[in-house]
């Protein structure tokens, strides 16, 4: 088992920054990726960003590229999600998940275990 810890959301205008931080623990060494998603509210869980345990591969979604930036710190067991220039529609609850395996890492199917989400949300 994998527990994952969310933190870090919160209120911002438009335009700021906000950076979250997802902490895992129990059999983290099984590990492949990790990944961040969101919901917002009547919508499906999109992929956010991913990134490899070993090597440190990245991966992002269109909508986010060059605003997010998705890192770990493997001896903390820890991925963080630096999220600037935020916009309205990034407003959504925020969760992060990992992986056993490879795979599409886009794909929600691809994860094993899920944290409890933080919410971001980004006036106008």
């Known amino acids: 088992q994998v527990q994952l810890v969310e933190s870090g959301g919160g209120l911002v205008q438009a335009g700021g920054s906000l950076s979250l931080s997802c902490a895992a623990s129990?059999?983290?060494?099984?590990?492949?990726?990790m990944g961040w998603f969101r919901q917002a509210p009547g919508k499906g869980r999109e992929f956010v960003a991913a990134?490899?345990?070993?090597?440190?591969?990245?991966y992002y979604a269109d909508s986010v590229k060059g605003r997010f930036t998705i890192s770990r710190d493997n001896a903390k067991k820890t991925v963080y999600l630096q999220m600037n220039s935020l916009k309205p529609e990034d407003t959504a609850v925020y969760y992060c998940?990992?992986?056993?395996?490879?795979?599409?890492?886009?794909?929600?199917?691809?994860?094993?275990?899920w944290g409890q989400g933080t919410q971001v949300t980004v006036s106008s």
């Open positions: 990134i490899m345990w070993t090597g440190g591969s990245t």
């Open positions: 998940a990992s992986t056993t395996k490879p795979g599409a890492v886009y794909t929600t199917g691809l994860y094993d275990y």
């Open positions: 129990g059999r983290t060494f099984s590990s492949f990726a």
